[in-house]
T-cell receptor, first 112, second 115 residues
Framework: TQLLEQSPQFLSIQEGENLTVYCNSS?????LQWYRQEPGEGPVLLVT?????EVKKLKRLTFQFGDARKDSSLHITAAQPGDTGLYLC????????????FGQGTELSVKP | NAGVTQTPKFQVLKTGQSMTLQCAQD?????MSWYRQDPGMGLRLIHY???????DQGEVPNGYNVSRSTTEDFPLRLLSAAPSQTSVYFC??????????????FGPGTRLTVT
């Protein structure tokens, strides 16, 4: 069963452009995490969102959790080559503490 | 702290061989898990453990065994390697305290090829 869908799967943009990555599901989640993975390394946590409608900012990255806790978005302002990587959303299912389901990821390439 | 360590970093196996991927963490995290990562499929959960002596299956457990005799170690065993198990394997540990909800700390990965 496909619980989670991330879009777009691939994104190639020029430095300075803005972009948004989406994470959607028909299920309700207790919380959701976003990770970034660079080639040859393990994913690294960027943020955890918990409350429906919550917005968190991390420098040029803005994360939002949907009001119904079924979806989330990641917006990057003025992308830089250092933002290149695989972005993964990982929601947590109620009453299954610690058990994350990962989306297939969005592979972002930012060209100078 | 070394965080989460994995060995080996690379491995080539022939079909039918068995091996163990090692994973250790020095952060005293109660929760540990194994994922495999294939192109276009994100990370898929193989097995996980909520504490020493307790393990459970994830999304894709077939062909793999785990045990958790200590808090620190969580080895993954491939019983009889198959080409379909060619992948990159990640071990992760996590904990939950206050507003830090199950943040996963990943190891550097093991790249496995089965011929």
């Amino acid at each position: 069963t496909q619980l989670l869908e991330q879009s777009p799967q691939f994104l190639s943009i020029q430095e300075g452009e803005n972009l948004t990555v989406y994470c959607n599901s028909s299920s309700v989640f207790s919380s959701l995490q976003w990770y970034r993975q660079e080639p040859g390394e393990g994913p690294v946590l960027l943020v955890t969102v918990v409350t429906g409608g919550e917005v968190k900012k991390l420098k040029r990255l803005t994360f939002q959790f949907g009001d119904a806790r079924k979806d989330s978005s990641l917006h990057i302002t003025a992308a830089q080559p250092g933002d290149t990587g695989l972005y993964l959303c990982a929601p947590m299912i109620y009453n299954q503490g610690g058990k994350l389901i990962f989306g297939q990821g969005t592979e972002l390439s930012v060209k100078p | 702290n070394a965080g989460v360590t994995q060995t080996p970093k690379f491995q080539v196996l022939k079909t039918g061989q068995s091996m163990t991927l090692q994973c250790a963490q020095d952060m005293n995290h109660e929760y540990m898990s194994w994922y495999r990562q294939d192109p276009g499929m994100g990370l898929r959960l193989i097995h996980y453990s909520v504490g020493a002596g307790i393990t459970d299956q994830g999304e894709v457990p077939n062909g793999y065994n785990v045990s958790r005799s200590t808090t620190e170690d969580f080895p993954l065993r491939l019983l009889s390697a198959a080409p379909s198990q060619t992948s990159v394997y990640f071990c992760a540990s996590s904990y939950s305290k206050g507003d830090r909800l199950w943040e996963q700390y990943f190891g550097p990965g093991t790249r496995l090829t089965v011929t």
